[in-house]
């Protein structure tokens, strides 16, 4: 099976490239955009339609909650429907967003996850949430309690196992390139025990640039991902194939996952780097303008600058 060449003749402005985190949820970024004009109706009816899809409500959630009035329009919404689990949900996750900007306290945050997770005991979302924080501001054992209690209620968390890798990623970070590292263990294993069809197949290419990012801000690998080896070893080829693999064989552009193009973009970046630019460009046709910050600005660089200048190499030699 060979991947698809990109479309001939398409522009590529310098507008074509958006880090909107609502990616190619175009329902979401319309409810987002009302939500911050105070309408928290279309909010509402936006997550009553999503029911228990667990990775596109905690993906909208997300995306909803971290607008810098989002907790207040949550907050009125909540006045006005007391016993309504989604409106405890959103608020829960600005609670959590304004406890990581430094505006709200890290108690009021886990006040309002608990609250919600009575509401809607099934709900992986409140604590999602509370991974989030935990991720920021928490400890090892209270982002492994978060996680849990997500996995708990749905064993292919997408969002949740990012959250995770980039944890574990963090550990032992002044070592060398370990290929034993407890981030490729966690990865390997969440794909193994994910079903076939399961996004979570990508991890491991995910842990592996969570890897970089770490052993690059500690000045183990180079800042300029084109100068480092570390997509180039036979662990990391051999991670690589089987997530392209994959890929090919799952991706379906009429049923796909919440969250797919961060997974692209993951696989894109890493494609890149390994120097498989035909593979690499076949992904960007697919991710189109919804290009995300992870992995591209790592370990500390323009995301979209780096995009760009990857995509145009991968397309030109296409």
Known sequence: MTPPPPPLGRSRGRDDVTLDPALDDADLATVRDALARGRWDHARALLAATGDDWDRRGHRLVVLAEGPTSAAWARDWQLAEPDSADAAALLACAAVFRAVRGKGTR??????????????????????????????????????????????????HHHAHHLMAACLAERQHADSDDPLHEVYDFASWAAEQAPADSPLAVLPVVAHAERYRVLAGAGVEPSDPADSRHWTTRRARQAMKAAFDWWLEWDDDHHHHPRRKVD?????????HEGRTAEA???????????????????????????????????GSS
Request: proline share 6%.
């Open 107 to 156: 108690e009021a945050a886990h006040e309002a996850c608990a609250a919600a997770a009575r509401l809607a005991p099934e709900d992986p979302s409140p604590w999602l949430g509370l991974l989030i924080l935990a991720r920021r501001t928490g400890t090892d054992d209270e982002r492994v309690r978060a996680f849990d209690q997500v996995r708990t209620r749905h064993r292919e």
């Open 281 to 315: 460009a076949a992904l960007f046709t697919r991710i189109g303008p919804h290009a995300t910050h992870a992995p591209w600005s790592y370990p500390d660089r323009d995301a979209k600058k780096a995009f760009r200048a990857v995509r145009s190499a991968a397309l």
């Open 264 to 272: 692209l973009n993951y696989l894109a970046h890493a494609k890149f």
